[in-house]
């Protein structure tokens, strides 16, 4: 399925926003778990760092290391799965099942849509 040109740039920009969301949602989780400043400060600024050098390195479009597209699904599945749980664990289930939801389509569209402009340059 490949998505026509203005619908291919929104679901780009959305899955861009997904990412810093994920990302926020991660700190926003990280500075409120855990019982002290220390534990607070260590999370808050640890695991979007985990989750930005993960991403970086397997995910992103020019990502240090060229995997398989199963591994990039696992690794945008960890991810935003993150996102999604931290959301959950700050107190907002109704905000993270929202995340996860727009998360899962926008993830699949972005995988068919790339899987058919690939066998369309491929064909030529």
């Known amino acids: 399925m490949h998505l026509p040109g203005p619908l291919h740039v929104l ?3 959305l899955a861009f926003l ?5 990302l926020a949602a991660l700190a926003w989780w990280g500075f409120t778990a855990g019982g002290n400043v220390i534990v607070h400060i260590v ?3 640890g695991t979007p760092v985990a989750a ?3 991403w970086g390195m397997f995910a992103a479009p020019r990502a240090r290391f060229k995997v398989a597209l199963p591994f990039v699904l696992l690794v945008k599945a960890v991810v935003f799965g993150a996102g999604a749980l931290a959301l959950y664990g700050a107190g907002h289930p109704a ?6 939801v727009v998360a899962l389509l926008n993830t699949a569209l972005a995988t068919l849509d790339r899987d058919a402009a690939f066998r369309a340059t ?3």
Do not use: K, P, W
């Not at 997904?18 to 994920?22: D, G, P, R, V």
């Not at 905000?95 to 996860?100: G, K, S, Y």
């Open 11 to 13: 679901n780009e920009g």
């Open 18 to 22: 997904l990412e810093l969301a994920a």
């Open 43 to 45: 999370l808050g600024l």
């Open 52 to 54: 930005m050098a993960l």
């Open 95 to 100: 905000l993270a099942l929202a995340f996860a």
């Open 122 to 124: 491929a064909a030529r």
